[in-house]
């Protein structure tokens, strides 16, 4: 079937017609306000076949979002029509937000010789920064939103020290794009997507390839940029540990975020402690459950924090005021007007959440149900909070169910077969797939994020 709006590639689409039954806005900020993870007891024992992902899964989604959508969170709407919001990323999974418009166009970005990407330099010779400006002493970046945390920021250098170690691979600069470029694409259909979505969903779109949709000009649905790719949020956590048992909380690593200069050694990331097998440690950290609890810190962000996610450079809210991430994301939700969790069900022919499902409590928090039945939110759910709903008593947060799993699998598995250029469409055969790396002095392929980030020591 066609989406219900299709738009031209530098505005959202519309999968579904917007909902028709406004929510009202006190009901979605009681509703965001319920949904914090106090660090109690949050998660019922998984069953045997079913896992948290690593912590490093939830910062590759947010690269992953950055890939395909670049919205100011506090630019509201227009006419609450998706197709007048503009999108500043391109739609194709082109890493345009690590390369931005190339050598010509963003010089700064680039060394000397307009091939190799500009990385940071350490006091020990090996580079896990990005570039800093000696002069004013900010990172230097396509894309500004990758300076959100430390997470995100080293993730950035180490997709450009690969594509560094593609140019001494394959010589130029339009040839090393490519190899990065289908390499991050087949780790996010092969490890990412796989790891969390829906088995059966994965296996309908990736492998049986069953779209629901087909476009006449693809762009990014709005049901994926203000619901669906917004999981990651309640994967965040409140804590992360770096090397030397140095334990820094979410609030440390995001003020550490707003300070210039270079990151100091001991914000260094070991790859293990976030990928299982990435080498060091042998304790890897986990995400938090996909659920509908978020993290305490993200429910109280300074308004400098908050300008690390936003495109405008005004000052976007007074330094009084304090932004709770779930509230702003349900409100957006609601001005976008997107279709309900219950109506997404039923177009992809999913079986709805019960209400004993969506009364059901999370732990011994998450006071939500009363909200619910209070706002009349049982029969239109929003839909980033189903989502996560879903999730959470479907799968006991460990992936997302069908209805997640169908928006974030349509809208990928589009953006790879709508571009010509990308590894769905390309030679070699992808029998082929992944493309060989010559890194340490031997030939490998890389199969999944824990084997790029484990090599990243050695490019």
């Not at 109690?40 to 076949?49: A, E, K, L, Q, R």
């Not at 691979?169 to 997507?193: G, M, N, P």
């Not at 929003?382 to 809208?411: C, D, F, Q």
Request: with cysteine; proline share 7%.
């Amino acid at each position: 079937m066609k989406p219900y709006l299709e738009s031209e590639p530098d505005r959202y689409c519309r999968l579904f017609p917007p909902s028709q039954s406004p929510v009202r806005p006190e009901g979605l900020v009681k509703l965001g306000s319920a949904m914090i993870d106090n660090g109690g007891d949050v998660s019922n024992p998984p069953p045997p076949d079913e896992y948290l992902a690593d912590a490093g899964y939830t910062y590759f989604g947010q690269f992953l979002d950055h890939e395909l959508t670049q919205m100011d969170p506090l630019v509201d709407p227009v006419k609450n029509l998706a197709e007048d919001v503009e999108n500043r990323q391109t739609p194709p999974l082109d890493l345009s937000h690590l390369y931005g418009g190339g050598p010509a166009k963003e010089p700064q970005l680039y060394e000397e010789d307009g091939a190799r990407l500009r990385v940071g330099r350490s006091g020990n010779g090996h580079s896990f920064d990005v570039y800093v400006d000696p002069k004013n002493h900010q990172p230097v970046l396509a894309d500004s939103r990758s300076r959100e945390n430390i997470m995100l920021r080293q993730m950035v250098a180490v997709f450009a020290r690969l594509h560094n170690a593609a140019v001494k691979q394959v010589i130029t600069f339009e040839e090393a794009r490519s190899w990065v470029t289908w390499q991050f694409q087949y780790l996010v259909v092969e490890d990412y997507l796989r790891r969390l979505l829906d088995a059966s969903v994965y296996k309908k779109v990736f492998v049986k390839k069953d779209f629901h949709f087909e476009w006449k000009k693809f762009s990014i649905p709005i049901e994926f940029a203000v619901a669906a790719m917004r999981h990651g949020h309640s994967m965040v956590r409140s804590n992360y540990l770096f090397p030397g048992e140095n334990d820094q909380s979410l609030k440390s690593i995001l003020d550490r975020s707003n300070k210039k200069g270079e990151l100091e050694d001991s914000w260094r990331i070991a790859w293990g402690l976030f990928f299982q097998g990435a080498g060091g440690s042998g304790f890897t950290m986990t995400s938090r459950p996909i659920d509908t609890l978020v993290s305490k810190p993200l429910h109280d962000l300074s308004r400098l924090t908050l300008q690390l996610f936003t495109v405008s450079k005004m000052r976007v809210v007074p330094d009084r005021v304090r932004i709770a991430l779930p509230v702003l994301t349900l409100l957006r939700g609601e001005k976008f007007q997107l279709p309900s969790g219950q109506n997404v069900a039923n177009e992809f022919g999913v079986k709805e959440l019960t209400t004993a499902e969506l009364l059901r409590p999370r732990g011994k928090t998450a006071p939500q149900g009363p909200i619910l039945e209070e706002y009349e939110l049982l029969t239109k759910t929003p839909l980033w909070y189903y989502i996560l709903k879903e999730s959470e008593v479907r799968s006991n947060g460990s992936y997302l169910g069908s209805v997640g799993s169908h928006v974030m699998a349509e809208t990928i598995a589009a953006a790879l077969r709508y571009d010509p250029n990308s590894y769905w469409n390309t030679a070699p055969p992808r029998g082929t797939w992944p493309l060989p790396w010559q890194i340490g002095g031997t030939t490998v392929r890389i199969y999944t994020l824990m084997e790029l980030f484990s090599y990243s020591s050695l490019f």
